[in-house]
């Protein structure tokens, strides 16, 4: 009787190890694939049977079709919306989350009931707020939709910012207080810098919740300023579907997102596995 | 004249009152060490007059300035803290420069004093070196060890010397109060206790609680009587009394000796020493000297010897205790007669 050597049975290990990972990283690669490659493929292609693994030719004919008919222009809506949302509420999340830090600002529990804001299904506002708007003049327009997100994505970056702040030493702040700055100086030459990675990777997920956001948009957009999430949904139709141009809408706004994430990954992971760190 | 006056103060957190009526005044160019257990108010003190704390009563005056109600930055004072205090997001010159920059120091004034704080320090801390009336060290050395810790104790007296600032300087080790200050003022319980030159504190003591808290090894404290103008320790060991010192008959009292007064017996004791035998229990060398413990009293007290006059328990001696330097208190009140 004959036994495997140990170093062979550990090379089959290996084997199986990768061969499992590829598996898996194919079954979820394969719909972006997918996605892409539906973008650059003719209708004569996309509907092919037994199916088009790949375009013959790189084709940006689905794409022209969307700038020509100012469809392309929702993700600029949304890109509009989405970054000054963000801008607002890490300002105003950053300061409040220092406010409740430092000064302890309405107890321990005014934070948790900020928190518990977040808790709550949109859709449950959505119709008083469409009201709302309705009464103020402003459904399809950038400031209705960019105050809206800024105060949807407040309790989440007061929440994240205020355990990034709790990780400040406060001797960092005392001694600059004691230096001459001021504290909205302290804040700024002080707890931003401290703070950095952590509103970097802050201000990537609201960025991320209000360009994903499609409720909201579709209840308070018209044409205006539709977002790329809306106009995705008007190419779903009664009688037929336009792949062609779902495919390339959800590429173009697939693209922005990819590129926040790729150009701040340094900062994503610190920022994430700081906040891992504190509650 | 004084570049610190407090008058009367108070601090209170909710309900629990940290500094309990502090008067205090440090006059110019003094080395003031606030010295105290955990929980003393020491800290809380210096960061009151930091302005990190608002005071809850009483007055702060700096350079003859009410600074009270002052922010942080116009009171004119610098700060170290226990922890480095260092922006990690800085490079060296723009921590040192940091406190410069703010005070909106002309670039160019900034250039020759970050190199010339470089030059004298060389190492961490340097943001705090402005220009300011009063400089406050909020325990600067407990995150070293006892290597470095002695190191910058000799740079801050040099930096002392050199710079001729007030200074006050918070700690819980009594060795950096005693080898720093010019003056103790030594807090229990956010009250001054004892206010003094370190070696009145140390030679004469207000209260059990000075006496037992400057000196290492700490003094030993033996109750006993008075009767006829002699010390009687609990198992009848009669000791002299204390030269100058005054109590009746029958009062109960604490002994106080510190370890450095017993000494190994010479051939004939000194005047006012007491000379008795002894047998050792306990050796402790630390290099240079000896800590022994020995029955006393009834109770085991701890001295201090030459290196090697004494090496194993079990050592039969004859001790001389130093009874002009020893301490009697009264029990009732803790206060030293």
Known sequence: ?279 | MSDLKITGLHKHYGAYHAVKGIDLEVPSGEFTVLVGPSGCGKSTLLRTIAGLEEASAGTIEIGGKDVTWARPRDRDIAMVFQNYALYPYLNVYENIAFGLRARRVASAEVDKRVKRAAEMLGIAQLHTFVDALLFLFDEPLSNLDAQLRDDMRVEIKRLHQELGRTMIYVTHDQIEAMTLADRIALLRDGKIEQLGAPLDLFERPATRFVAGFLGSPKMNFLPATIEAGEVILRDGTKLTLPPGRKAPNGQAVVLGLRPQHIAKAGASAALGHVQLPSTIELVQPTGSRVQVSMPLGGISITAEFAAHEVTAPGEQVRIDIDMTRAVLIDPQTDKVI
């Not at chain 1, 509907?47 to 100012?70: C, E, H, M, T």
């Not at chain 1, 830090?101 to 506002?125: C, D, H, K, Y």
């Open chain 1, 1 to 279: 009787m004959t036994t495997v050597p140990f170093h062979r049975r550990k090379e089959t290990k290996l084997v199986f190890r990768y061969l499992t990972a590829a598996s898996l990283v194919v079954i979820f690669v394969f719909p972006i694939y997918w996605l892409f490659a539906i973008s650059f493929k003719t209708p004569g292609e996309i509907f092919a049977f037994p199916p088009v693994w790949y375009p013959k030719s790189i084709q940006f004919n689905n794409y022209a079709v969307l700038f020509r008919d100012g469809d392309a222009k929702t993700v600029g809506n949304s890109l509009v919306v989405a970054s000054v949302s963000t801008f607002f509420a890490m300002i105003f999340g950053t300061i409040a989350a220092y406010s409740l830090v430092r000064f302890r600002t309405g107890g321990e529990n005014l934070a948790v009931w900020i928190i518990s804001q977040r808790m709550m299904p949109p859709v449950a506002i959505v119709f008083p707020v469409f009201l709302f708007y309705v009464w103020l003049g402003w459904v399809d327009t950038y400031i209705g939709l960019i105050i809206l997100y800024t105060a949807f994505s407040l309790p989440y970056v007061i929440w994240m910012m205020r355990g990034y702040i709790e990780d400040i030493p406060l001797e960092l702040e005392e001694s600059a207080l004691i230096d001459g700055c001021s504290r909205w100086e302290v804040l700024w030459k002080v707890v931003f810098p401290m703070a950095r990675s952590g509103l970097f990777a802050t201000a990537v997920f609201t960025f991320v919740f209000s360009w994903n956001d499609f409720l909201f948009a579709l209840v308070l957009t018209r044409t205006e300023v539709t977002t790329y999430t809306v106009q995705v949904t008007h190419y779903f139709g009664g009688q037929s579907n336009f792949w062609s141009k779902i495919a390339a809408m959800s590429v173009l706004g697939t693209i922005p997102v990819f590129i926040t994430v790729a150009t701040l990954q340094r900062y994503l992971v610190r920022g994430i596995s700081m906040g891992a760190v504190k509650g």
